[in-house]
């Protein structure tokens, strides 16, 4: 667990604030800040002291901070995975812009005091705070359950972790629907229907939003060319890479990364 103190900024241009890890963040005094999934589309949240957040992981937003103070709490991916296999399958968080909590409230407070005490209470406080909120984190707010009775007749959360692992294994390659049924040794009609049923998407999306969120991150690096990118990513052309990437993420890869490096 990390903790952040998030306090005003004097520049006036937003920001992109990547998080890779679940962040639970507090108001400390009353103020607001602007928000949003793209540049030019944000909105201006307000918040009374006390207030709090909650930003699940791997979620990418512009941010715009004129008068908000408030305390950031970076909980580990490694902390959420342990308090989703107590409920019996991986979880995702929500997203919570106002979120009431009394519980959580409490945790995070004690943290603030904590912090402004010079954490004197040492690691072992923190650590124990940590796996308290990821708990109540997961049993309050999470979005996908990734288990039996989540997923009926689908595939298990042991298949699609293999799934996930092949594809990124392949991510410079072209990947075919029966390599992808093979991995979990299912037939090819029988995989693909169940991993609708337990995804949502069908493989061929899941495929591409995998090598969309590979290309955005390769993309922060300035030295990597776009073509080199679309290449690692396993497409076979730039032009298709831009034309996915724009209808996946809003901009093309170039517009992306002009906004990244401009924070």
């Not at 962040?23 to 793209?38: C, K, N, T």
């Not at 991993?195 to 949502?200: I, V």
């Not at 590979?214 to 990597?224: N, T, V, W, Y």
Request: aromatic share 6%; charged share 25%; glycine share 6%.
């Amino acid at each position: 667990m990390r903790v952040e103190l998030n306090v005003p900024e004097s520049v006036t241009e937003p920001r992109m604030w990547v998080k890779h890890q679940a962040v639970l963040a507090m108001a400390l005094r009353p103020g607001s800040i602007e928000v949003g999934l793209r540049r030019s589309e944000m909105t201006r949240l307000s918040y009374d002291a006390g207030e709090m957040s909650l930003v699940p992981r791997h979620l990418e937003k512009w941010f715009r901070n004129e008068d908000l103070h408030g305390l950031c709490i970076v909980i580990s991916n490694a902390a959420i995975t342990a308090a989703s296999n107590e409920t019996g399958g991986e979880v995702e968080l929500r997203r919570v812009d106002y979120l009431i909590d009394a519980r959580l409230s409490a945790l995070v407070e004690s943290v603030n005091a904590e912090r402004i005490a010079g954490f004197p209470s040492g690691r072992l406080f923190l650590d124990s705070v940590e796996q308290a909120l990821a708990v109540a984190l997961v049993n309050g707010y999470a979005v996908r359950h990734c288990s039996a009775q989540t997923h009926r007749g689908g595939l298990g959360c042991a298949r699609l972790r293999r799934i996930k692992e092949f594809v990124d294994a392949k991510m410079e390659d072209q990947v075919t629907l029966c390599e992808m049924a093979q991995s979990v040794e299912l037939s090819t009609s029988h995989f693909s229907r169940m991993f609708r049923k337990s995804t949502g998407e069908s493989p061929h999306h899941f495929v591409l939003r995998h090598r969309v969120e590979r290309a955005k991150e390769m993309l922060r690096a300035a030295e990597a060319r776009v073509l080199d990118v679309a290449v690692a990513c396993g497409f076979k052309t730039q032009q298709h890479f831009a034309r996915v990437f724009r209808r996946m993420c809003g901009v093309s890869p170039t517009e992306y990364r002009q906004e990244f490096l401009q924070l």
